[in-house]
């Protein structure tokens, strides 16, 4: 809890970490997430492709893949450990490994109506094209799901990044990001769900960039689970 309300404090004092007006960007997320179990129900595995297309400004494009492993402490609660390889196509975006570990808490707080409350909190070590030394970085997501009625979920997230290290030639020491979702999410069956809606994404100054960014993407996830 220490955790989570420190970083909602550095949510809302984005701006102040920011110099000049920022940078304003439109685009897509399209994401392919799968997850379920490998041994019973003690050990799982997740894969996560993601397309991250920008349309203003053009030509500025992004794909994300992910896979991870996790252990499960009791029902509701995993340990994992992961890889992402973040490709580049253009300039402006540095191509980048990570390795990354995380927990992950699952909280069922009403039955009527259904409100489900996951905390996740990911320890990432990024390997980035031209800086020159391991980049640190702790992120913390909030994501409360509402099933308005039955195979209908009105869903949103909070998730905040901060840098615990500064780097030559990549990220410095403190507020890294924020990214706030609302949509919404349609059941296909008990195994799958298609998830819809705005994601704010805020984008912190740093040596490569003197200016924030602000982005706005239309977010469109597939979720299939295999328990």
């Known amino acids: 809890m220490p955790v989570a309300c420190l970083l909602f404090w550095a949510a809302l004092a984005r701006p102040a970490a920011a110099s000049g007006a920022p940078e304003q960007a439109v685009g897509a997320w399209l994401s392919l997430e799968l997850e379920g179990n490998v041994y019973e129900k003690l050990v799982g595995g997740y894969f996560l492709t993601q397309l991250r297309p ?14 991870a492993a996790y252990l499960r402490v009791v029902d509701e609660c995993t340990l994992w450990v992961g890889a992402e390889f973040d490709p580049s196509f253009v300039p402006e975006l540095h191509q980048e490994y990570r ?33 020159r030394g391991v980049a640190l970085r702790l992120r913390h997501r909030v994501y409360a799901d509402v099933e308005a009625e039955k195979g209908v979920h009105a869903v949103a997230y909070e998730e905040i990044f901060i840098n615990l290290n500064t780097v030559q030639g990549g990220p410095k020491a403190g507020f890294d990001e924020n990214r706030f979702f609302l949509g919404l999410g349609f059941d296909v069956d008990e195994h799958s769900r298609i998830s819809v809606g705005y994601l704010d994404r805020y984008i912190a100054p740093d040596e490569r960039r003197t200016s924030p960014s602000l982005q706005h993407f239309l977010e469109v996830d597939l979720n299939l689970w295999f328990y």
């Open 54 to 67: 920008i349309f203003y400004p053009p030509d500025d494009e992004q794909i994300i893949l992910r896979g």
């Open 99 to 131: 390795i990354w570990e995380q927990f992950r808490v699952k909280n069922e707080l009403l039955d009527s109506p259904k409100l489900v409350l996951w905390n996740r909190t990911r320890l990432e070590e990024r390997f980035i094209e031209g800086a």
